[in-house]
């Protein structure tokens, strides 16, 4: 009974709330009957459009600011780099590649075609992936390939036409449009670097003289390899840090110091007059040999030394300042920058390394000596010697401990002669062995160049001397230099100072040429006929070739904000065979720029330079820029777009001098 009140109660209450809900919906009803009440619903949905309206609004306004982001940015990216046409036809070879064979994994092999009727690129993969699908039981001629390749290609601005060749060889012919493009973002933005993957911080480790000693025709080499490398690096974006390893410590030091003293106890006061450090080290020598009670002051010098005592420390810094000053006149003269970080700035360094190396039990004693024993290398590291010195090795593994931990190198370059390949080899697997260094994240490289020769195919020295004073060297080139310009009247045409300057430009330039143009591994004839002779591959050819196009434009008169007007416009256009080959040889800077960054063998910069200074003759030759009467000699008509190609050309060729170390000049 209880219970079924109970029930009846929440009945009644349920049916007071519908009830109530009702009369609810029915108020509601009677107002929409309302004309009144029908304007705000129509209202209501135009605010509602209205807000939408306004979202839409806001989300347009904010794609367009995004679309303008993007196209500042492929401006900035344009501003900033130059694209390697080639990786950019490989990566859409790539592509197709996949698309057309997704179960073989093989990349694009593309490469600039070597004839013009072969096209602008040829992509060669045809012949290799018909191997392999056959390998995998699948035959298909090369020729089905490149078809299937050239149908599985995707939409680009770049490729203008692709033809099958022989037994599969694909000739890629590229846009029009996009090589003018090109062209005047070069003049619009200037010659900029390849891209960049990722900044690196890279030590470069050059020139790397020895104090007391003379710095000879192989620390030249490594100046000048070293120096270009770094202005690569520097140009593309990387941090670079240009050291040179001095040989500034060791046992040697102690003969040095306990010579200086007996013969110039006034070192302390006054610099001593040491014009000849050479011979300041040979009578030391001497001295050390013959004279015992010499030879015992000179090892006490040593332990006073290391041990920092001051008279003895000023001693070795007044010997060390002589040769630096040596060495700094050279690297004025050839406009090198670089710091010097010799030996003795890791002697701390080499005490913790000692210390760490033996604590973990990595070091034999043999004969006295403390060696490091490397995997798969027959020869040991020398570490500690028996007379308890550092040597060598100590300090090139305390510098790559150093290089890697304090100054984070992600990249390091070391430059010297060929004959210190094994020595590198054992420090670099040494390195890694104890764990100074991890080459999965660190690019260590030896970059080995070979020996410079005498015309006699011998050693290479001067008539008067043993070795070759590198003041002497250069001195000699610039007077070699002036006579040669004055022999082809050049005098005549410059002023003195101008004649100065050019005979120091076309020295200095054709010294580094000469080294740079050739196979840094093989060895190298030192020849100053050679290097200054005006015809073939050398600096002073390729100078004058500059200085040649860049008068066409003075001739002309045309300024190069005209020439960015003209590019702006977009209105470039070519007709000639000529014009289109210098268009496309210019545009492969960053490709050849990007292949030195690789394997950091520099000649094929200058066989481009070479290359494209006769592709210009052959472009001028037959290609007027200006029109001239020939009666007159006035300027009846000028060719822009020809002049655009004259200037890009000039634009590239003084970069490359500039990466190469060498100066341009204005007249010669
Ligand atoms: N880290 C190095 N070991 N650099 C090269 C040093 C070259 C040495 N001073 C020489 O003249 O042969």
């Not at 390998?135 to 203008?160: F, M, T």
């Not at 005047?184 to 030590?203: A, E, F, Q, W």
């Not at 000699?476 to 005549?492: F, V, Y």
């Not at 050679?530 to 066409?552: E, P, W």
Request: with cysteine; hydrophobic share 40%; net charge neutral.
């Amino acid at each position: 009974m209880r219970k079924r009140m109970e029930d009846l109660l929440k009945r009644t209450s349920n049916t007071e709330a519908e009830i109530e809900e009702l009369k609810k919906l029915i108020q509601q009803l009677e107002k929409d009957a309302d004309p009144s009440s029908q304007g705000k619903a129509t209202d209501m949905i135009v605010n509602d459009l209205k807000s939408q309206n306004d979202r839409l609004r806001y989300r347009i306004y904010h794609l367009n600011l995004s679309i303008k982001k993007e196209e500042e940015a492929l401006q900035a990216s344009k501003r900033k780099a130059m694209p390697n046409i080639q990786k950019v036809v490989q990566g859409i070879f790539e592509q197709a590649i996949v698309k057309a064979f997704p179960d073989v994994s093989i990349s694009a092999i593309v490469h600039s075609s070597t004839q013009e009727r072969f096209g602008d690129y040829q992509c060669n993969n045809a012949m290799i992936l018909s191997k392999v699908l056959k390998e995998n039981g699948k035959s298909l001629s090369p020729r089905s390939v490149a078809e299937q390749i050239i149908q599985h290609l995707p939409a680009n601005d770049v490729l203008e036409k692709t033809e099958i060749a022989g037994p599969g060889f694909i000739n890629i012919t590229i846009k029009k449009h996009f090589i003018l493009s090109l062209l005047s973002d070069i003049i619009m933005y200037g010659v900029r670097p390849p891209v960049m993957n990722r900044k690196m911080r890279v030590l470069v480790d050059f020139s790397s003289p020895n104090v007391a000693k003379e710095m000879h025709v192989g620390h030249l080499r490594s100046t000048i390899i070293g120096d270009s490398i770094s202005r690569l690096l520097e140009f593309v974006g990387h941090d670079v840090v240009r050291i040179s390893h001095l040989g500034d410590w060791g046992t040697q030091f102690g003969m040095l110091i306990a010579h200086l003293r007996d013969t110039f106890p006034k070192y302390l006061n006054q610099s001593p007059p040491i014009a000849d450090l050479q011979a300041f080290y040979k009578a030391a020598k001497v001295r050390f040999d013959e004279d015992a009670v010499f030879k015992k002051r000179a090892y006490e010098a040593v332990v006073k030394l290391q041990a920092r005592e001051s008279d003895y420390f000023k001693a070795w810094e007044m010997i060390c300042d002589v040769s630096k000053n040596e060495f700094e006149k050279i690297y004025q003269r050839l406009g090198v920058k670089v710091v010097n970080r010799g030996e003795s700035f890791y002697q701390d360094m080499m005490i913790d390394v000692v210390k760490d190396l033996d604590t973990r039990g990595l070091l034999e004693l043999d004969e006295g000596r403390k060696i490091l024993k490397v995997p798969n290398i027959k020869v040991p590291l020398t570490i500690v010697k028996s007379d308890g010195g550092f040597t060598y090795d100590t300090s090139d593994m305390a510098a790559m401990r150093q290089r890697v931990m304090d100054e984070k190198a992600d990249w390091l370059i070391y430059i010297t002669d060929g004959g210190q390949g094994l020595h590198f080899e054992i420090i670099f697997s040494a390195s890694e062995a104890v764990g100074y260094v991890n080459r999965k994240h660190v690019r260590v490289v030896h970059v080995p160049f070979g020996v410079v020769l005498g015309e006699d195919k011998k050693k290479f020295k001067t008539r008067s001397t043993d070795t070759v004073r590198l003041v002497d060297l250069l001195d000699e080139g610039i007077r070699r230099a002036k006579a040669k310009l004055i022999d082809k009247g050049r005098d005549k045409v410059l002023s003195k100072e101008e004649l100065e300057v050019a005979a120091k430009a076309v020295a200095y330039g054709c010294i580094k040429y000469a080294d740079l143009s050739r196979n840094r591994t093989g060895d190298y004839i030192f020849s100053f006929d050679k290097m200054l002779d005006d015809k073939g591959n050398t600096a002073v050819y390729l100078l004058y070739a500059l200085t040649r196009i860049r008068s066409i434009a003075r001739l002309a008169n045309v300024s190069s904000s005209e020439l960015t007007k003209v590019a702006e416009s977009a209105s470039i256009e070519f007709d000639h065979p000529k014009e289109w080959k210098l268009a496309k040889l210019i545009l492969r800077f960053p490709e050849i720029l990007e292949k030195i960054l690789d394997d950091l063998l520099l000649h094929p910069l200058c066989d481009f330079m070479y290359e494209l200074s006769c592709t210009f003759t052959e472009f001028y030759d037959t290609c007027y820029c200006i029109e001239k009467d020939r009666k007159t000699g006035e300027i009846l008509k000028i060719n822009m777009n020809r002049l655009i190609l004259c200037e890009a050309t000039a634009m590239i060729m003084e970069k490359s001098f500039h990466l190469l170390g060498i100066d341009g000049v204005d007249k010669m």
